[in-house]
């Protein structure tokens, strides 16, 4: 197995121990570069236009008094089966982002990657021709399944960007991916619908994934070798780590990856009520309420812009960022009280669209930033794991809750949610400014530069 570059987490790449030591990047290296950081993006994007398309889609085809209705419902109400559909996705989600990023670090980036990306290119295929409501849900199973590529393609762009600043600014770069899917997918998803019905959207999806396929089959180069190693200290007092700090570590660990549980659950049980909350207090068609994403998108663009700008250019640190993210979802709990004014609501929507990226944007930094050395992939793995436990938990009851317990209190669930993450936010800043610290970073990475010993922290 060829050897790897070895370095304490993913944000201190080797050539960061020596300013300005390997000198500039040739102009075919970043065009190289470029080519492969937008293929990964379209990647991401067309795993999440796939789920946006339908997000004001999905009410009409479980609306038993609509033609547009699946087939098979039985006895479901509207509200019951949303859910299940959501549930199927967000349950085949839960499997796969672990699965991906392990096999990832041991047989490489590249044909995760591919697999993801060929695979939803049959599923959305296959969803285009699915009328019976089961076997829709079982094809939403299938595509949350193929959905493993998302934290594959975060570790591609780690191992592919040389420092922490570059990385955060890629990783946020990625992030307007999803952003984008969000501002176009809803109304697109709308006037497909009303131009070619309602089993187009699916269709599209898998006309731009069969494109995105053959491009990355052809392009798309793997960055590194993906077998992890086994390594060791260079020494028995060389950054010899006690007990105590281990212990510390993995609750550092328990904490991030349950924020990213905490912050999903929150986001989740607002996106699952919005689009309800649109149709039947505000009467809006798909397209209508797919038209308010364009203005979700374009916040979702200028919160990554401005994470990019607080990180990199104020140095504020990421942590930092994603605490106060999280703190603005507790403005949800005023969305019930403008049920009278679509004003009102748009302005709440708005604020969370803003704080989402902030979040999305600064939780993967952070995975990045902790990951032991060789286990990039495998950690962004459980991180995208917690993420779809918070995907499944609200989906089999946000529904029967707007139903029963009224229209508003999913928000106020959203809400209790952020607090939650406000609260286990209060002991990962001080354990994370360890990390955070450039200047500690570098003596770290010039240290293992010293020595031919490969090194593990952890």
């Known amino acids: 197995m060829p050897n790897r570059p070895t370095y304490t987490r993913l944000t201190d790449r080797p050539s960061d121990s020596f300013d300005g030591a390997s000198g500039g990047e040739s102009s075919s290296s970043r065009d190289s570069k470029t080519k492969k950081l937008l293929l990964v993006y379209a990647i991401v994007f067309i795993d999440f236009v796939g789920v946006s398309i339908f997000t004001n889609v999905m009410p009409i085809l479980v609306d038993p008094s609509l033609p547009s209705c699946l087939y098979g419902m039985g006895t479901l109400d509207q509200g019951t089966a949303y859910s299940i559909l959501m549930f199927f996705y ?6 796969s982002p672990p699965l991906f990023g392990k096999l990832s670090d041991m047989y490489g980036r590249r044909p995760l990657l591919l697999v993801s990306i060929i695979g939803l290119t049959i599923a959305y295929a296959l969803q285009a021709v699915a009328l019976n409501f089961w076997v829709f849900a079982a094809v939403r199973f299938l595509i949350g399944l193929l959905g493993g590529g998302r934290p594959v393609a975060s570790a591609y762009i780690c191992d592919l960007t040389k420092n922490g600043d570059e990385q955060i600014r890629a990783l946020a770069w990625m992030n307007m991916a999803p952003a984008l899917s969000f501002a176009i997918g809803p109304p697109l998803g709308g006037l497909l619908v009303g131009l070619c019905g309602p089993m187009s959207p699916p269709a599209f999806v898998a006309i731009l994934a069969l494109v995105v396929s053959v491009l990355s089959w052809r392009h798309l180069a793997e960055v590194t070798p993906g077998q992890p190693e086994t390594l060791t200290l260079p020494g028995d007092t060389s950054f010899a780590m006690s007990n105590r700090r281990r212990s510390s570590d993995r609750f ?51 919160g990554n812009w401005m994470y990019m700008v607080l990180a990199t250019n104020l140095k504020i640190r990421v942590s930092v960022i994603a605490f106060w993210a999280c703190a603005s979802y507790t403005v949800s709990a005023f969305a019930p009280l403008c049920f009278h004014s679509i004003v009102g609501l748009l302005i709440v929507k708005y604020i969370v669209a ?54 508003g209190a999913n928000f106020y669930i959203a809400t209790v949610f952020s607090l939650l993450c406000v609260v286990a936010f209060i002991p990962l800043i001080p354990m994370l400014k360890h990390y955070e610290c450039p200047s500690l970073r570098k003596m770290i990475s010039q240290r293992i530069m010293s020595t031919q010993s490969p090194v593990a922290m952890w």
């Open 90 to 95: 967000t349950f085949g989600m839960l499997f």
């Open 354 to 407: 803003l704080a989402g990226p902030l979040i999305f944007g600064t939780l993967p930094q952070l995975v990045a930033t902790i990951s032991p050395p060789g286990r990039g992939g495998e950690f962004m793995g459980y991180f995208n794991f917690f993420l779809s436990i918070g995907n499944l938990i609200p989906t089999p009851w946000a529904g029967p809750v707007y139903e029963h317990w009224g229209h």
């Open 252 to 302: 550092m660990y328990s904490l991030v990856f349950t924020l990213a549980l905490l912050s999903n659950c929150m986001y989740m049980t607002d996106f699952l009520n919005f689009p309800l909350v649109l149709k039947d207090e505000f009467g809006f068609s798909p397209f209508l309420a797919g038209a308010t994403g364009i203005g979700d998108g374009i916040l979702v663009f200028v």
